[in-house]
Nanobody
Framework: QVQVVESGGDLVQAGGSLTLSCTLS????????MGWFRQAPGKERESVSC????????DYADSVKGRFTISRNIAKNTLYLQMNSLTLEATAMYYC??????????????WGQGTQVTVSS
């Protein structure tokens, strides 16, 4: 059974940095597209970043370009999201999602439970 578990969410001050992790089990990340999504209270879920199955292509939401970096460690089957210069608008539940093969347009069939990121002023 393919599963993903997020970690690393925390309370951080605006302007600070945080790194989220997502561990994939039941499958080899080398063959899976991996994405980060977030949902703020009262808002729809949005795509934050994605890395395609072979790691050759990454996508970012315009709102995070230049500040967030997605990466993966195939040996550890772990996905990361390095978030710098955090703003209040980054406050949200962050979800990791995955699907076999394919690209960042999805669909993503496996989702984690989420990790909370709260940015304070």
């Amino acid at each position: 059974q393919v599963q993903v578990v997020e970690s690393g969410g925390d309370l951080v001050q605006a302007g600070g940095s945080l790194t989220l992790s997502c561990t994939l089990s039941g499958a080899a990340m080398a063959y899976y597209v991996m994405g980060w999504f977030r949902q703020a209270p009262g808002k729809e879920r949005e795509s934050v970043s994605c890395i395609n199955w072979n790691g050759e292509k990454t996508d970012y939401a315009d709102s995070v370009k230049g500040r967030f970096t997605i990466s993966r460690n195939i040996a550890k089957n772990t996905l990361y999201l390095q978030m710098n210069s955090l703003t209040l608008e980054a406050t949200a539940m962050y979800y990791c999602a995955t699907e076999a093969g394919g690209g960042c347009r999805g669909p993503f069939g496996t989702w984690g439970q989420g990790t909370q990121v709260t940015v304070s002023s």
